[in-house]
């Protein structure tokens, strides 16, 4: 959430104690200071099952805009918020331009649909790396970016770990 852009004002970072961002947020807004921290869309592995979860693609920071008459003291001892990231002991100013193209970005992946899910017994072709023009049968997902299948390899099926990126669906 964020408010709209005032005059004379800068986007600065804050670091947030370990996952309290969203408390830091929530508490930083209820003082009326405008307030951004980017989110993604991203799916999470759950007791074997697949949940889609909004969370912050910078844990632990988030932007928060200021300007000279602004009251900087009460954002120090706001719940959740732990510092304002500094360089050479002077408040690192956030580009505008790097918010704009956050915010696509995260509003982006918030509306997108979700990608294509692979079904249990899917025959997926492995494309790059030392399995490449074999084929296998999907059996689940090992984390966001890897995946068990099942190959026919020296007369016997092996499981195998292969990274989702090498692989591909088998087309019709």
């Not at 008459?69 to 918020?81: A, F, H, L």
């Not at 193209?101 to 790059?128: A, C, F, K, M």
Request: proline share 8%.
């Amino acid at each position: 959430m964020q408010a709209g852009r005032r005059n004379g004002s800068n986007w600065y970072l804050l670091q947030c104690k370990p996952r309290q961002d969203e408390r830091a947020q929530f508490n930083l807004l209820a003082q009326d200071y405008a307030t951004f921290r980017p989110q993604l869309m991203s799916e999470r592995i759950v007791r074997g099952k697949r949940h889609k979860v909004v969370e912050s693609l910078f844990p632990g920071y988030l932007f928060i805009q200021l300007s000279g008459d602004d009251n900087w003291g009460p954002i120090r001892s706001t719940r959740g918020v732990s510092r304002i990231v500094e360089f050479n002991h002077v408040p690192a100013i956030v580009n505008d331009q790097v918010i704009e193209h956050l915010r696509e970005r995260s509003v982006t992946s918030l509306e997108s649909p979700p990608p294509d899910t692979l079904e249990p017994g899917e025959t997926l072709h492995i494309v790059q790396g030392s399995l490449a023009p074999l084929e296998g049968v999907y059996l689940s997902m090992l984390g966001p970016e890897r995946v068990m299948i099942l190959l026919q390899f020296l007369n016997r099926q092996q499981p195998v770990r292969v990274p989702l990126c090498l692989l591909e669906r088998q087309r019709h």
